[in-house]
Every structure is written in C-alpha cells, then in structure tokens.
C-alpha cells in the first residue's frame, strides 16, 4: 500500500513538472510568425510617451565594445547619420512611435516623437552581487542600486559575458518586466550571448541549432555579442514602451502576451524562413551585414517589428 501509495505521489509530481516545462516553455501552442496572423490589441494600459530616460547598469566586465555598440544604438534611435544612408535606425522607431495611434484620444497623423535618452550609468566590475542573477533576490537590488528611488527612469540590466540572469535563454534574450514592489515599475534585462545561449541568443551571427539551413551572418560591429544584444535589446525596448506596465499594446496568443518583435522573432529581412534572417545588405569593406544604419556612421542588424499600419511583420 505505501508503495503503490509513493508510486502515484511520484507519478503526479511528474505530470506536474512536465505540464510546467509545456506551458513555459511551449506558450500553448508553437507560435510561428512566418504563417500565423498577429494582432495586436491596446488592453487599456498606458505605454511610455515622450521623453524616455534609461538608467543603464553594465553588471560585470561588459567590455567597452558592448557599451558602444548599445549606447550607439540608443543615440541612433532619434540621430540619423548625417550622411542619410538608407535605411535609418529612426525609421525602425517610428513605427514604434506609431503605435500611439492605437491609443484612445490619439490624434489624426504622425505620431509625436518618443524620445530615447540614457541619462544615468553605473558599472558595476565587482561582481557584488555574485554571477546568477534572480529575479526576485537580486534584481530589485540593482534596480534600487541603480535609480536611488527615481520612478522616471527605465532600468535596464545588462549581463557581463560571466553572468546568468535568471528567465533568459530559455526563448528570450533580453526581456521587459515588473518589478514586485508595492508600486510596480518597468525594467528591461539584456543577457550576454558569449556563453548564455549562444544557438539562440547569439543566432543569427552564430549557427543556429542543427538542422538550420540559413546563412550565418557577420556581425555588424565585429563583435558578435554586442550586436546580438543590441537585437535583444531593441526587442525589449520596444515591448516596453508599446506596453511598460503588461496591460497596454500586445499580442495574446494562447498563454503568454508577446511585444511588437517578439511576434516577429527571428525576421530580418526579405524572405526570411526558420533559420534564416531573411536578405540584408553587406558593408563592402568589413563583410558585416546590416539592415540599418545609425548616427556616426554605425550600422544595425535589428529585428522586424509588427507594424500598426499594415497589420503585419515590417523590417527595414
């Protein structure tokens, strides 16, 4: 009887942790953003407008060429270069900006500009807070460490090669979250593909899973970590803005809301198909691909994004 009585208590708890690994990581049904029609519905939450200041803290050695590349990206978002190559990095923008027309009380043409602006930093090389990152210990912590308490910053924790932060890999990158507090607050973590994931998270300037048939790409700034996570990244942003508080503009598939990228993850370009970003351009004299270019003459690889107007995934 103890036995048959163990055996079924062990059976149940397997069930239970399969149909939590289902759930998770499964999100109900498998979404696929080269067949399946999104939409996008405002669920009455606001979104970020105007002026948005990210406070951003690089959580271990992050190295100097994964802060340029993502800082580069940020003053891209409202600087085109001055020689006005096409296709700009603010045209990507603009159709997040866009998005306020789905807002109740929007008026009738262009939207208003959003404006991106890193008003703080802080490094933090000591590791102070050890090299796996929680969610519910550690993150608060840094956020505090961080903004002192200002509620009209954007938080956004980035991951030294070494460090883990816990909720990524496993189908995002880089995420926008709410913090637990009384007062719920917006955050944006960005983990590092140098070892976190790289299949995933470093794909597509590294060989996807096996099984792939897409070209592998060459990194825009030549590093491939930091223009990975500046696709992460841009994902993240642009899910925060169009909905910082989880009840503004997303999709509803069956079990999980997903941002204006993530319905198009894994398109970069024209006839883009699993494993393969799809067609963008090449600089001539490096080799990186790209598909945008930003202020002082740096180039972006970015992700496609749903796009308002035409109801559909949209890349530059």
């Given at each position: 009887?103890?036995?048959?009585?163990?055996?079924?208590?062990?059976?149940?708890?397997a069930?239970?942790?399969?149909?939590?690994?289902?759930?998770?990581?499964?999100h109900?049904?498998?979404?696929?953003?080269?067949?399946?029609?999104?939409?996008?519905?405002?669920?009455?939450?606001?979104?970020?407008?105007?002026?948005?200041?990210?406070?951003?803290?690089?959580?271990?050695?992050?190295?100097?060429?994964?802060?340029?590349?993502?800082?580069?990206?940020?003053?891209?978002?409202?600087?085109?270069?001055?020689?006005h190559?096409?296709?700009?990095?603010?045209?990507?923008?603009?159709?997040?900006?866009?998005?306020?027309?789905?807002?109740?009380?929007?008026?009738?043409?262009?939207?208003?500009?959003?404006?991106?602006?890193?008003?703080?930093?802080?490094?933090?090389?000591?590791?102070?807070?050890?090299?796996?990152?929680?969610?519910?210990?550690?993150?608060?912590?840094?956020?505090e460490?961080?903004?002192?308490?200002?509620?009209?910053?954007?938080?956004?924790i980035?991951a030294?090669?070494?460090?883990?932060?816990?909720?990524?890999?496993?189908?995002?990158?880089?995420?926008?979250?709410?913090?637990?507090?009384?007062?719920?607050?917006?955050?944006?973590?960005v983990?590092?593909?140098?070892?976190?994931?790289?299949?995933?998270?470093?794909?597509p300037?590294?060989?996807?899973?096996?099984?792939?048939?897409?070209?592998?790409?060459?990194?825009?700034?030549?590093?491939?970590?930091?223009?990975?996570?500046v696709?992460?990244?841009?994902?993240?942003?642009?899910?925060?803005?169009?909905?910082?508080?989880e009840?503004?503009?997303?999709?509803?598939n069956?079990?999980?809301?997903?941002?204006?990228?993530?319905?198009?993850?894994?398109?970069?370009?024209?006839?883009?198909?699993?494993?393969?970003?799809?067609?963008?351009?090449?600089?001539?004299?490096?080799?990186?691909?790209?598909?945008?270019?930003?202020?002082?003459?740096?180039?972006?690889?970015?992700?496609?994004?749903?796009?308002?107007?035409?109801?559909?995934?949209?890349?530059?």
């Amino acid at each position: 009887m103890g036995s048959s009585s163990l055996t079924t208590r062990l059976l149940a708890l397997a069930l239970s942790v399969s149909l939590l690994f289902t759930s998770s990581s499964g999100h109900g049904h498998s979404w696929d953003p080269y067949t399946d029609k999104a939409k996008m519905i405002h669920h009455d939450g606001p979104m970020l407008t105007g002026n948005v200041k990210p406070a951003l803290m690089w959580y271990g050695d992050c190295g100097k060429d994964i802060k340029n590349t993502m800082r580069n990206f940020i003053r891209s978002l409202e600087l085109p270069g001055k020689d006005h190559l096409q296709p700009q990095v603010t045209r990507w923008w603009e159709v997040v900006e866009s998005y306020q027309a789905m807002m109740p009380g929007a008026k009738p043409g262009k939207s208003p500009k959003i404006k991106v602006e890193v008003v703080k930093q802080l490094t933090n090389k000591a590791y102070k807070h050890g090299k796996v990152l929680t969610l519910q210990a550690h993150i608060p912590i840094l956020i505090e460490e961080l903004t002192k308490g200002d509620t009209n910053v954007l938080p956004v924790i980035v991951a030294a090669r070494d460090v883990s932060i816990q909720g990524l890999c496993n189908g995002k990158c880089a995420d926008h979250l709410l913090t637990e507090d009384p007062k719920p607050r917006p955050y944006i973590i960005v983990g590092n593909p140098e070892t976190e994931c790289p299949e995933e998270c470093g794909w597509p300037f590294v060989p996807a899973k096996p099984g792939s048939k897409g070209p592998v790409l060459k990194p825009p700034s030549g590093n491939m970590a930091a223009d990975a996570m500046v696709i992460a990244f841009a994902s993240a942003l642009a899910d925060a803005v169009t909905n910082p508080m989880e009840n503004g503009i997303y999709h509803e598939n069956s079990a999980t809301p997903m941002g204006p990228a993530a319905v198009c993850k894994g398109i970069f370009g024209p006839g883009a198909a699993p494993g393969n970003p799809g067609k963008v351009q090449t600089d001539p004299k490096t080799g990186g691909n790209f598909n945008a270019h930003g202020n002082n003459r740096k180039r972006f690889l970015l992700p496609a994004i749903w796009n308002p107007a035409t109801k559909a995934c949209w890349t530059l």
